[in-house]
């Protein structure tokens, strides 16, 4: 590449990154990210969220790490958007304090949290069984002023039902369709998975516990 007439510039090498990084490649991508510096070429933020995504989603969180220290050493401060991979990073590999250090932190260095944030949160606290943590942490996301979408509730349902918590996820499901939001094709199946040993949802797939406007939004998600 770098003997052709136009050299790549650093936005040539972050989508080339990006690519490799998606196919499950980052190592590869690392060896990209030198080649680039060995040009003089000065990575970015978006170079480094490319990166720690990778990463970390492929389960090499010690090379994330490794990577944000010497971004932090050019004196690259994380914003949210690396704050969101490294949380969720986390998550997957299972270091729950962590992640919950890097949500405070997220205040004390004065960066706002954003819907986002909350979700993979939320959905970290729930994988790990800490129901009640992700319950109090859903009415915080709304008390500090973060209106929950469709995702968020979704996310918060499953949740709920992977943990055996049907109860909660009806109550959630009753009030995310009050709010115009119906549930998403992998929530119904969940619903329909759990129908036939689970009187809560087995009620609530008859229609005869959350009355009919629910009934009538969730036959349309499965009919789709």
Do not use: W
């Amino acid at each position: 590449m770098s003997h052709k007439a136009l050299p790549p510039d650093t936005v040539t090498y972050n989508t080339l990154m990006q690519g490799l990084c998606q196919v499950g490649r980052p190592q590869e991508a690392l060896n990209l990210f030198m080649e680039m510096c060995s040009y003089g070429l000065l990575p970015d933020l978006t170079t480094y969220s490319i990166l720690l995504d990778g990463f970390c989603k492929h389960g090499h969180l010690d090379e994330a790490l490794k990577l944000l220290k010497a971004m932090q050493e050019k004196k690259l401060e994380p914003n949210i958007v690396l704050y969101n991979i490294l949380i969720e990073g986390m998550f997957i590999a299972g270091k729950l304090v962590v992640a919950e250090e890097l949500f405070s932190r997220l205040f004390v260095d004065g960066i706002r949290p954003t819907l986002q944030t909350y979700s993979v949160m939320i959905k970290g606290l729930l994988k790990e069984g800490l129901s009640d943590e992700a319950y109090k942490l859903f009415r915080k996301m709304e008390d500090d002023g973060f209106t929950p979408d469709s995702c968020s509730y979704n996310v918060i349902i499953q949740g709920f039902l992977q943990n055996r918590d049907s109860s909660t996820a009806v109550q959630f499901i009753d009030e995310m369709v009050g709010k115009g939001f119906s549930v998403d094709s992998s929530t119904c199946q969940m619903l329909l998975d759990l129908e036939s040993h689970d009187e809560i949802i087995s009620r609530f797939l008859r229609g005869s516990s959350l009355g009919k406007k629910n009934e009538l939004t969730f036959s349309y998600q499965v009919t789709l």
